[in-house]
């Protein structure tokens, strides 16, 4: 019989002699444990709402649910409880949802379990210590005289300091009793039979040769320990598991952590309207829109494929660039993972970019690469040219103009470069501008001229932070004319 018409389906059956919202699950996702073994083989294995407990149903007995029935019940708390669960059966859960449920709250009775027999346990070894606490041990001498104890211990007494030999410490002694004296008194002793504990008959240490101990080789620092291959099966959901598995490899391997998972790369794809574009000799992919590269015919003719396998450019322009310098730029756009963060310092830039010696083929490189990214609208490889440079060494005046011209002013769309990120910079920008203009005042001509909203920023920044003119810039004519109009 099949039923797969009705498995991980909302259904209604008979539960105490009331009608009953229940979910039908698969036979192979019942945990162990958490329902009776099957009655016969046509039986289905249902999950009532509300109550969360299991029980097998035949088909027969499954009706449909109509989350629209009216339904009445009673003020009684069976009748709230069957109206709590068809409430929760019109949320209509999927089989994740209830399989997650029932396995919390099974590890939820066996921890109650566990503390059951832990209390237990506890509760048995307390009545046992006040039973042996009001034990008594009666011991029948030659005479009618009775010496009642409350414990012996059944431990010999210790050698004397003479006889000891190097080896594993001995276990600590049981502490002596008080022994209970009968009508007869009995001479007072350390020990529980009244036996002398003088060392005097004993010879003296000297005498010995003391035993030769033999040094332990010293442990490598580094565990032998390698996996066996028999890794127990974890949950892929659960994450304390997983964690604890880390833990153990990282404790028996050799003291390492765990290698960081490698961010998965980009794929060429065979989209006949997108480009897959090599950079550089190590060929970093770039994907861009075909309609972009069609405005500009010398790259369409280092353009090859067809439809089918897709479409690329691998022309020696790109592959010459060789951008090491740039080499995490390059990787975070390769892996679809740009996100601009802003770091302390006196240039804001991005997290992992490093300066580099070798300024002039860098410098090269990125005029270069700039050039193209700019043609195809690469406007956020274009910033990040522009970050790292200017972490590399402080941009000449045109070229400071120019890039933040062409990344910040001339963006179509601010979705490629985080707000915050490019405030800072343009405060950069503009206090960078700010003392060159103090130092070449022509400058600000070329300013004005390259863009009317850049020149009211830094107007705006110049309102708020006014040059300061030393008093050596004063002439002595000034000075005793500034005296003359005082008087």
Request: with cysteine.
């Amino acid at each position: 019989m099949d039923n797969s018409d009705i498995i991980e389906s909302t259904r209604v059956t008979e539960l105490e002699g009331e009608e009953w919202p229940c979910f039908v699950f698969p036979d192979h996702q019942v945990p162990p444990g958490m329902i009776e073994p099957r009655p016969h083989k046509h039986a289905l294995p249902v999950l009532f709402m509300e109550r969360h407990k299991f029980e097998w149903r035949s088909r027969d007995a499954l009706n449909d649910f109509d989350p629209c029935e009216t339904r009445t019940f009673d003020a009684t708390h069976a009748s709230r409880e069957c109206e709590q669960a068809f409430d929760e059966a019109r949320e209509y859960h999927d089989l994740d949802h209830y399989y997650k449920l029932v396995c919390g709250i099974q590890a939820a009775q066996e921890m109650a379990k566990d503390n059951a027999i832990f209390v237990d346990d506890s509760d048995d070894n307390d009545d046992d210590n006040l039973f042996k606490s009001r034990k008594h041990i009666s011991l029948q001498g030659d005479s009618d005289d009775e010496v009642t104890i409350t414990s012996v211990t059944k431990k010999k007494r210790p050698y004397s300091s003479a006889f000891k030999r190097p080896g594993p410490p001995t276990p600590s002694p049981t502490p002596n009793k008080k022994v209970k004296a009968s009508s007869k008194k009995v001479p007072a002793s350390s020990l529980p039979f009244g036996e002398d504990d003088s060392d005097a008959d004993l010879p003296h240490s000297s005498t010995f040769t003391p035993t030769p101990t033999r040094k332990s080789a010293p442990k490598p620092a580094v565990s032998t320990w390698k996996p066996s291959g028999n890794l127990p099966k974890i949950d892929p959901n659960d994450y304390v598991a997983r964690k604890q598995l880390e833990l153990l490899r990282t404790k028996k391997g050799d003291g390492k952590s765990p290698s960081p998972e490698k961010p998965k790369a980009l794929e060429p794809v065979k989209d006949p309207l997108k480009v897959n574009i090599y950079v550089g000799d190590e060929k970093k992919l770039f994907i861009l829109d075909r309609t972009l590269i069609q405005k500009y015919p010398s790259f369409m003719k280092h353009i090859t494929g067809d439809n089918k396998n897709g479409f690329e450019i691998q022309n020696a322009v790109f592959r010459k660039l060789n951008p090491t310098a740039f080499e995490s730029i390059v990787t975070w756009l390769n892996t679809a993972d740009y996100a601009p963060r802003l770091i302390e310092g006196d240039h804001p830039h991005l997290e992992g970019v490093k300066s580099t010696s070798q300024f002039e083929e860098a410098a090269d490189a990125a005029s270069v690469l700039w050039n193209i990214a700019h043609k195809l609208e690469l406007i956020d490889l274009q910033e990040l040219i522009y970050r790292k440079t200017e972490v590399q060494t402080p941009l000449a005046a045109n070229s400071l103009l120019l890039m933040t011209r062409t990344v910040f002013w001339n963006s179509p769309t601010d979705a490629k470069i985080d707000d915050e990120m490019r405030k800072m910079l343009r405060l950069d920008i503009a206090a960078r501008l700010h003392e060159l203009l103090d130092e070449e005042p022509l400058l600000f001509n070329r300013v004005i001229k390259s863009d009317i909203e850049l020149a009211n920023y830094v107007f705006a920044y110049q309102v708020e932070h006014p040059w300061e003119e030393p008093p050596e810039h004063l002439s002595e004519d000034d000075g005793d004319d500034a005296e003359n109009d005082d008087e």
